[in-house]
């Protein structure tokens, strides 16, 4: 079974400041995929970046990176120049590779973990 | 982008009626769903995995006769909890799985008086 862990439970950072939120993997697997989402006050899941671990390359969206250490099994997130929308509880989740035609495979669920509240402040 | 809607988005029951929500994939065709279910400032707890045409799998610990789960096509899944009591109020999350990416319904806040 796959865990996913963030020992974070809260972070603040200052309004364009730079913040890296933390989370460690575990599993057996070798292909698969990492998701960082987004859940603000709303409460809408938001994807906000993922990972195919089979590609070295960390991911970037606009403000938003990763830093993706396969062997230490571990997936950071970096938020650039902070905004204040960016406050919201933040979800690494981990889930095991799906084949190309996207057919349904045992265990295309999503790990979640623990999750980090963000507050970005004034 | 693909877009889930859940419906409805607050719902305020007595003890003991049924409650039924619905979970659509607007602009895609979803062969798997996912219903969740989340506490205050927890994480996501999956209840069960529902294939369209097939029976739904629960999670260890999930009473499936409490928690109904009919995905009667590619684009709806609906939820039905059962005699509900006070302790089934939480907010209930549904996603709709498309390619290796699932995108998420707004939720539903049950509230069990």
């Known amino acids: 079974a796959q865990t996913v862990t963030q020992s974070q439970p809260e972070m603040s950072v200052q309004e364009a400041e730079t913040v890296t939120l933390s989370c460690t993997y575990d599993t057996s697997e070798n292909n698969y995929y990492l998701f960082w989402y987004k859940q603000p006050p709303s409460r809408q899941m938001i994807l906000v970046i993922r990972q195919e671990a089979y590609k070295q390359q960390n991911a970037t969206e606009n403000r938003f990176s990763v830093n993706f250490q396969k062997a230490a099994k571990s997936f950071s997130l970096k938020i650039s120049d902070s905004q204040l929308g960016d406050t919201a509880m933040y979800f690494c989740a981990f889930m095991k590779h799906v084949d190309a035609e996207g057919q349904e495979t045992s265990g295309s669920r999503l790990t979640f973990g623990e999750g980090t509240q963000l507050t970005v402040n004034p | 982008g693909a877009v889930v809607s859940q419906h409805p988005s607050r719902v305020i029951c007595k003890s003991g009626t049924s409650v039924k929500i619905e979970c659509r994939s607007l602009?895609?065709?979803?062969?798997?769903m996912f219903w969740y279910r989340q506490f205050p400032k927890q994480s996501l707890m999956l209840m069960a995995t529902?294939?369209?045409?097939?029976?739904?799998?629960?999670e260890q610990g999930v009473e499936k006769d409490k928690f109904l789960i009919n995905h009667a096509s590619l684009t709806l899944s609906t939820l039905t909890v059962t005699s509900a009591h006070p302790e089934d109020s939480s907010f209930y999350i549904c996603s709709a799985r498309w390619g290796y990416e699932q995108y998420f319904g707004p939720g539903t806040r049950l509230t069990v008086t």
């Open positions: 529902s294939n369209e045409g097939s029976k739904a799998t629960y």
């Open positions: 602009d895609f065709q979803a062969t798997t």
